[in-house]
């Protein structure tokens, strides 16, 4: 039986603004009726990483990391780091595990991109599983990358 937008959205199935969860301090929860979701802005208390969790009957399960990544200067570094960040990672030492998941994965969207002050690392998939697999992977890769000399050479063109 599908659930309505009501039972997924209402505010009282959240914890209130203050509560803690996982590590997380929820700082505030909104419905949004006209788009039929419910926002909870959420703060890691260890580090003050901020997370949006956006609850919507949706078969989508979507996830993105973002990092500020203000440019100094016109040397496009904040891109290079981006195709730096997809080379590999402690625990996916591979080289580009992202094209090596594609075929693998069930994902309907996988991507990353640098805008002019930050970047992202998206995906969105169906499938529970697979949401979970590739949420480590893409944590991995932008918490954890292996930033090799090599790769900068490749991807920054000799820098």
């Given at each position: ?9 209402s505010l ?103 805008s002019s ?9 169906t499938n ?32």
């Amino acid at each position: 039986m599908r659930r309505s937008y009501a039972s997924i959205t209402s505010l009282e199935h959240y914890p209130q603004p203050g509560e803690q969860i996982h590590g997380f301090t929820l700082k505030e929860k909104k419905h949004v009726p006209e788009l039929h979701l419910t926002a909870l802005q959420l703060e890691h208390d260890k580090t003050g990483a901020q997370y949006l969790h956006v609850a919507r009957e949706d078969k989508n399960n979507v996830f993105a990391i973002n990092f500020k990544t203000n440019p100094v200067d016109r040397t496009g570094l904040p891109h290079i780091l981006e195709h730096v960040t997809l080379c590999g990672s402690e625990k996916f030492p591979v080289r580009d595990p992202f094209f090596k998941m594609m075929p693998r994965s069930l994902a309907n969207f996988m991507n990353a991109f640098t805008s002019s002050d930050y970047t992202s690392y998206p995906f969105a998939t169906t499938n529970a599983q697979d949401f979970r697999n590739l949420a480590s992977v893409y944590l991995d890769a932008t918490l954890h990358p292996l930033l090799k000399r090599t790769d900068f050479l490749q991807e920054g063109c000799g820098l």
